[in-house]
């Protein structure tokens, strides 16, 4: 699997607390960032009203898009 390299800004405070979280867990803090993002795409997944504005905004871009290429 191809992997990607981004740069985090937090806090200090929810750094510090993020990393007391996965000692106690057990894995890095990379891991508990890694399953956050997984957990949020999924509840946004299952919003409708959250997929129906995504939908509206692709179809907005698409729109721009389509205008550029003439």
Sequence with gaps: MRRRTTTVRMPEGLAERADVVARGRGISVNA???????????????????????????????????????
Aim: hydrophobic share 40%; aromatic share 2%.
């Design 32 to 70: 508990l960032m890694l399953e956050a993002l997984e957990a949020e795409i999924e509840r946004v997944r299952r919003d409708d009203d959250f997929m129906q504005h995504l939908r509206e905004l692709t179809e907005r871009d698409k729109e721009i898009l389509d205008r550029l290429a003439e």
